[in-house]
């Protein structure tokens, strides 16, 4: 037993921990799959955020084009017209357009007109102004962004000035404030932040990260504080930054990046990945959860199971020995209703002593004379006399034998199997039984033996014990009636056979009883009956297949009918 519970304690320990197992899987698969869809949204805001940039800096793209073909900066640079209309041309467009500054300067950074002429140093100075002005002197547009003097996140753009046709004449600069442009920008859920090529933040949709520099490769510029501390995690094929209690960023960040080479800067879109965790926790949970409860329905029906097996096996335990107390008591009720039908068959040999006396003294009385007769004729040597009365003798004898083996017949037990019986001769010979105490109470008996047998399955001696019995209570019925009479008759209909018992007695009070064990109209006492005989008689019928009835006749008298199935139906 010991062992069986550890087995079965082993297999839900196994079965716990493989529901954790799934669990932790579809935690994981769940997780990896909302960070896909979690990073395709970041792709969408990032590169919403990006063409948003991009689309400013095209206006003031298109501004520095058009300025750089306008005949006053062409003539500024050449020196045909007064600095000063060139000065009102760029005051005029830093208005309309929302620049910060323009300037013109000659293609050796001299500045020879300005929208702020009075602020405006007399030549372009710095590494990022010096190599603007290269770009636009071969042609090309020059886009930089650094911060100036002042810490101002600025963007600077430069066209060259034709005069019809190269080289440029000069260099006209378009100066762009980021945080204007960040004025004109929507509130974003997710922090997106554009780093420069020093990775520091130059521009983002949280301003507490402005002017941060990641300087996790070195120190860095001490102008700028440093970016969040971050650790770096892949959570299958994404990036995930967790930061240390950072509030404009998510504790665990999905980082999204997109180059910008046009401006020379990287977007990062930073997404917070703890929605996507609590999902997957949930689903993970729920999952363990299902087959948590699966296995523990599945423990609770295998105790039920092993619950219902013991009851079934004490139950099988308990029928088992009711089945055998049953069978004892069938076979002593058996055993005592073979001792009833013997007994009531030998009661009725009691009652039937008188008649069996009556009829061997007959033959008794005439052997006695015949021998005396024939000792005399033997003293006369009369010889031929003398044997015809030996002979006469000799027929009385067996006429005692036939009567001494048909009660030994009728008294002796026979076996329970039942074989074809003839039910006329059985009711014959019960008749013939009975017949010397039925003269002797002088009733006169009515009955015709069938000429061809009327097989039926019993046994000949119960069925000549059905028939003694109705026969000897018909008699005690009709101890006071003035007319005694018995009516016996065989017929047969759809299939079996119908004996009938017709007296002319008073009848019975309750036909309904009549075969209930002890049940009797007659006087208690040792010469009378117990009531046993009818409901034996009952039995017997019912053994055979049959059926055994009783009621009052209107003429008067009580009618007993067996019924009972033909095995052979040559009486039809």
């Known amino acids: 037993m010991s062992r069986v519970k550890a087995i079965a304690v082993t297999l839900c320990a196994l079965y716990a921990l493989a529901s954790l197992f799934a669990g932790w899987l579809v935690y994981r698969y769940a997780y990896l799959d909302t960070l896909d869809r979690l990073e395709e949204t970041g792709r969408i805001r990032v590169q919403q955020a990006s063409d948003r940039l991009m689309g400013q800096l095209s206006g003031y793209s298109y501004l520095i084009n058009l300025l750089a073909g306008h005949p006053l900066v062409i003539h500024s640079v050449a ?219 599945m423990l609770i029906a295998a105790l039920w199971r092993r619950r219902m097996a013991d009851r079934l096996a004490i139950e099988a335990a308990v029928n088992a020995r009711l089945e055998e107390r049953v069978e004892r008591r069938t076979a002593e009720l058996k055993a005592a209703q073979d001792q009833l039908l013997q007994a009531s068959k030998l009661s009725a040999l009691g009652e039937m002593s008188a008649g069996i006396s009556h009829e061997l003294n007959q033959p008794l009385a005439a052997i006695l004379n015949l021998s005396e007769n024939g000792r005399k004729l033997l003293d006369r040597s009369r010889l031929d006399e003398a044997g015809e009365n030996l002979t006469q003798i000799a027929g009385q004898v067996q006429r005692i034998d036939k009567i001494i083996r048909n009660l030994r017949a009728f008294a002796r037990n026979e076996g329970e199997g039942g074989e074809p019986v003839d039910l006329g001769a059985a009711v014959d010979y019960a008749v013939g039984l009975t017949l010397p105490t039925l003269d002797k109470a002088a009733i006169a008996v009515s009955w015709a033996s069938p000429e061809q047998p009327v097989l039926i399955r019993g046994g000949e001696v119960r069925l000549q014990q059905v028939v003694v019995n109705i026969l000897t209570n018909a008699q005690d019925a009709m101890a006071t009636s003035d007319m005694k009479r018995i009516d016996v008759t065989l017929q047969t209909e759809a299939g079996e056979a119908v004996l009938e018992f017709a007296d002319t007695g008073p009848g019975i009070s309750d036909p309904s009883r009549v075969f209930e064990p002890f049940y009797t109209t007659k006087e208690l006492g040792a010469s009378k009956g117990l009531g046993l005989g009818l409901s034996i008689s009952y039995g017997i019928v019912r053994s055979f297949g049959g059926t055994l009835s009783c009621h009052n006749s209107a003429n008067g008298g009580a009618v007993f009918t067996v019924r009972l199935p033909f095995i052979d139906r040559a009486v039809q």
């Open 79 to 297: 020196g045909g017209i007064d600095p000063e209309a060139a000065d009102d041309l760029l005051i005029d467009s830093v208005l309309t357009y929302g620049a910060d500054r323009i300037s013109i300067t000659d293609t050796d950074g001299r500045v020879v007109a300005s929208s702020s002429p009075e602020t405006e140093p007399d030549s372009i100075e710095g590494e990022v102004n010096t190599s603007l002005l290269r770009a636009a002197l071969n042609g090309r547009l020059g886009l930089e962004a650094a911060f100036d003097k002042d810490g101002r996140r600025m963007i600077r753009l430069s066209r060259g000035v034709l005069d019809g046709a190269a080289p440029a004449k000069g260099v006209i600069f378009v100066t762009i404030d980021v945080a204007a442009l960040e004025f004109e920008w929507g509130i974003d859920p997710e922090a997106i932040c554009f780093f420069d090529a020093s990775q520091t933040v130059f521009a983002s949709t949280r301003q507490s990260l402005l002017r941060r520099q990641d300087k996790s490769l070195g120190d860095g510029d001490p102008r700028f504080e440093p970016f969040p501390h971050r650790t770096l995690q892949r959570e299958g094929d994404h990036e995930v930054w967790s930061f240390a209690k950072v509030f404009e960023l998510p504790q665990r960040a999905l980082v999204v990046t997109r180059e910008l080479p046009q401006v020379n800067m990287t977007a990062r879109g930073f997404l917070d990945t703890a929605p996507a965790r609590t999902a997957a926790i949930l689903r993970g949970l729920l999952t363990g959860t299902l087959l948590g409860a699966f296995g523990l329905a």
